[in-house]
Every structure is written in structure tokens, then in C-alpha cells.
């Protein structure tokens, strides 16, 4: 058993001196395992399986091909994904022109999670899951985790399990069900269906599934790169109450300053061949930026006894460095609130959704002048315990990003570091405003929908 990468020490020079205040102790509302038990649970089925994931050069990958006509990566059966060029085009930021590799799925999966109550405790059906990207190799994922290629066998291996659930309506009732787009800057317009479905019939757990209550889930998120992030945006999804305390503005009038963002923002993206994505070259290891930056495209040879499918071989996106998703947070008359910012991303299906405070990668920001997009970092690194409510290591979908990690954190400001006016761009929010937004789809991004579950689990009570 063997992995091809960990994680890569801290964020910048600061960020890993951020340490979180105690947190309250998880409750202890039903039956089930501790949080060390689950996470020794994961830690056995990374050893109770074979899985070895190697990288390798581009000529190894098995039915994976660069087009002729566009240099574009493809799969033979014209499935699954390939990996595209784009150009962009904006008058917003310092660059006003560049061109980069982009995913392009142009299929909808599903991100989906049973529940059911035992003994007037709801439970949660979680699957230990292995993904190659993963750092750790196996996390805890959805019941269901599955694109449409996936599930309707273009693989041709084992049957999805519990996939019947979340296709037909009669098995059970939705809490959640909604569509929420993946990461813009690595896929172009790309959306899952996230589901949760509450159960009453008897039901067989299969080996790599187990009931967990939400507040295992919520003592797991506390440590690093243990909940994956399918299992975190579809977490998201649960409701959490409006408090009855209004929030600076409302719910109505977050949704049209989002829309006036989006109609001033100017960005054009088209598709451009992979081979001319000028300022990215191609090794036989590597499609990367020279210099080497922001991310490579790279291959791996996977096996995985415990997948649908024992063997194969993929492309996958490998970030260069790590990255940082936090919220500044202040309360207003003693309501908690998120400064949220308007995150344009070139993969965006609406230009921009609503994002985290801060979200860059640190390092590409040391020693330069802070715009204003990341005019809060300051403020997120130099926090105190005191004023860290959140702040935990988690890695972004292991199935197309290899290594993918970001440190995740909720921070308290003063009036001086946020003020009530913030800078354009940046709108606060509310908890349960941004979980009513949630609910729309397409509004709430999946760096912010992270730091959400972290609230809707009752990981982080504000």
C-alpha cells in the first residue's frame, strides 16, 4: 500500500500558528461510536484494503488520450470528464487576459445521504470511501457519491450501493435536495445534486457504511482531512433556523445585491484547444504554468479494492500549493454574522456566487500590496485563540484533485478589522440567511458551504 503525496506543511509562514479556542464538547445524543472510533475506523479500511496510487507519465494512462485536433485530454468512451482549455477575459482584476486548463463534465452526479431515526435519534448513513486525490486515502463520504458515468455503469463495475434511494421518490422524503456547483476555477460549469433522504424501512449496512449522529459527524470536522468534501456540501444542505433576530439586510436583499454583483462584473470565458493554452507547457509528467504555478494536471494509476472498479488510470488536478477558505465574523446586536464576498470564478455558471471572506492561496500574496479582494487576510492570520472559532485542515474532492488542501477557519473581528460598511465587493450575512440561500442553489459556493456544514452539524455554535 502506498500513496503519492502528503500534505505539504502549513499555510505560508503564519497560518499554521492559528490556533483554535476550545471547543465545547460534543453532545452525547444517541448511541454510537466516538469520534476517535470513527477515525480509527477510517484508519482500518485504508489498512483492510489494497489501495495504491502511483503517479505516472501520460503515456500510461489506460483509455485516456490527447485529441489529435485539440490537445485536449479525453476518455475514450466520451465519458466521464476531459480536461479543456480556456481563455478569460475580465476588467475586474490585475490580469486582464489569461488562458488555462479547465474540467469539463458536463453531467450531473449524485451527492447523496440516508437518514433515519433510532430511537428518536437521527442517524446518518456515512461511507468510509477511498478517493485517489484523497492525502489520507480514505474519508467519510456520502452514502452515495457517484457521477452520472458512474451510476449508469459506463465503468462497468460493481452497482452503485443504496443508489436506489435517491432515484426513486417513493423510498423516502427529502430534507434536502438541490443542485450546488463544484469549484470554478478547476470545472467549467459544473453542478451535483446534493440529497438527503429520510428512511423509516429496515435496511442492511454494508461493509464501509455505518450510522453515524450529527454530532460524531460535527467532532469529526474538527480534524484535519478526515470529512470529504462531498460529504461537507451536502451537510450544508441541512436547515438551520433564521434566528429570530434580523440580520443587517435581508434575505431579499442579499439575493439582489448578488444579482447587481454579478451584472457589474465583466467576464468572458471561451473554449480554447488545450494545446494553446499559451504559458502552460506539457511534460510527460505534467501540463503546467511556467512558471510553476497555481496548479498542474497530472496522471495516476489507482488501485482500490474496495471501489466499483479494482483498477484504472486518470488525470487529476494537482494544486502547488495551499490554500486558505475563511469567514471574518462580528456580531451585530448580538447576532452572529459572515462577511461574505461576491467569488468570481471562470467556471461559475452566474459569474459569482457568494464566498468566503477570504479565499486564495496565502503564499501568492506575501511581500505584494493587499487589494481589495484580499483585504481581510490580514486579519484571518494574525487572529488570536481566542477570536478563532473554526479552524481545521479539510481536502477538496479526492476523485478529480490530488492533494487538493486548504485550511478552513471562522474568525472574529472588531469593528476597526470589518467595519458595518464593508468595501464593495463584500456583504454581511447571517448564518441562517447563507443556509436559506443554500437552499436556492447556485448562490453559495463550495469553499463557503464548507465552513456552513461546519454550523448546520453544530460543529461551531455561534
Given amino acids: 500500500m502506498s500513496t503519492i503525496g502528503t500534505v505539504r506543511g502549513g499555510i505560508g509562514t503564519r497560518l499554521p500558528a492559528l490556533t483554535r479556542r476550545p471547543a465545547a464538547a460534543p453532545g452525547r445524543d444517541g448511541p454510537g461510536a466516538s469520534a476517535d472510533e470513527i477515525a480509527h475506523w477510517l484508519s482500518a479500511r485504508v489498512r483492510a484494503d489494497r489501495f495504491r496510487v502511483e503517479r505516472i507519465p ?46 469539463d463534465q458536463p453531467e450531473v452526479g449524485i451527492l447523496g445521504i440516508i437518514a433515519k431515526d433510532f430511537g428518536g435519534v437521527r442517524h446518518y448513513l456515512m461511507q468510509a470511501k477511498m478517493e485517489p486525490g484523497n492525502p489520507n486515502i480514505v474519508q467519510l463520504s456520502p452514502t452515495v457519491q457517484a457521477t452520472h458515468s458512474n451510476y449508469t455503469g459506463v465503468h462497468k463495475g460493481a452497482p452503485v450501493a443504496y443508489l436506489e434511494y435517491f432515484l426513486d421518490p ?31 424501512e429496515e ?53 439582489g445585491w448578488l444579482a447587481a454583483e454579478r451584472a457589474r462584473r465583466s467576464l468572458r470565458v471561451r473554449r480554447v484547444p488545450l494545446r494553446e493554452t499559451g504559458g502552460w507547457i506539457r511534460t510527460a509528467h505534467a501540463i503546467r504554468r511556467v512558471p ?5 494536471v497530472v ?12 483498477q484504472w488510470t486518470q488525470p487529476l488536478v494537482e494544486p502547488v500549493r495551499l490554500g486558505l477558505s475563511a469567514f471574518v465574523l462580528r456580531y451585530f446586536s448580538g447576532v452572529p454574522h459572515l462577511l461574505a464576498r461576491a467569488g468570481v470564478e471562470v467556471g461559475f455558471q452566474e459569474i459569482a456566487e457568494l464566498a468566503p471572506t477570504v479565499q486564495c492561496t496565502p503564499e501568492h500574496h506575501r511581500g505584494r500590496p493587499r487589494g481589495p479582494r484580499h483585504h481581510f487576510l490580514d486579519v484571518v492570520e494574525n487572529a488570536t485563540p481566542s477570536r478563532v472559532h473554526y479552524s481545521a485542515l479539510h481536502s477538496e474532492e479526492g476523485g478529480r484533485f490530488l492533494n487538493a488542501v486548504s485550511r478552513y477557519a471562522i474568525v472574529e473581528a472588531d469593528g476597526a478589522q470589518a467595519p458595518s460598511q464593508p468595501p ?26 464548507t465552513l456552513l456544514s461546519a454550523l448546520t452539524t453544530r460543529a461551531v455554535r455561534l
Fill in 58 to 103: 501520460f503515456d500510461r494512462l489506460r483509455g485516456w488520450s490527447f485529441a489529435p485536433d485539440t490537445g485536449d485530454l479525453v476518455h475514450d468512451s466520451g465519458r466521464f470528464f476531459s480536461i479543456q482549455g480556456v481563455e478569460v477575459e475580465t476588467a475586474d482584476g490585475p490580469v486582464p487576459t489569461w488562458r488555462q486548463p479547465i474540467i
Fill in 424 to 449: 464593495p465587493g463584500y456583504c454581511w450575512v447571517t448564518p441562517g440567511q447563507l443556509s436559506a440561500l443554500v437552499t436556492r442553489g447556485g448562490r453559495v459556493n463550495v469553499q463557503a458551504r
Fill in 203 to 255: 435496511m442492511p449496512v454494508a461493509e464501509n457504511f455505518r450510522w453515524l449522529t450529527l454530532d460524531r459527524i460535527a467532532a469529526l470536522l474538527h480534524r484535519d482531512n478526515l470529512v470529504n468534501m462531498d460529504a461537507r456540501t451536502v451537510l450544508s444542505c441541512l436547515p438551520l433556523p433564521v434566528s429570530g433576530a434580523s440580520g443587517l439586510i435581508s434575505v431579499e436583499h442579499i439575493e
Fill in 292 to 296: 510553476d504555478r497555481h496548479f498542474r
Fill in 170 to 200: 417513493s423510498r423516502g422524503r427529502p430534507v434536502a435536495d438541490v443542485l450546488q456547483s463544484e469549484h470554478g476555477d478547476w470545472f467549467n460549469r459544473k453542478f451535483n445534486r446534493n440529497t438527503i433522504v429520510l428512511v423509516d
Fill in 299 to 310: 496522471a495516476v494509476a489507482v488501485e482500490a479494492g474496495s471501489r466499483e472498479v479494482a
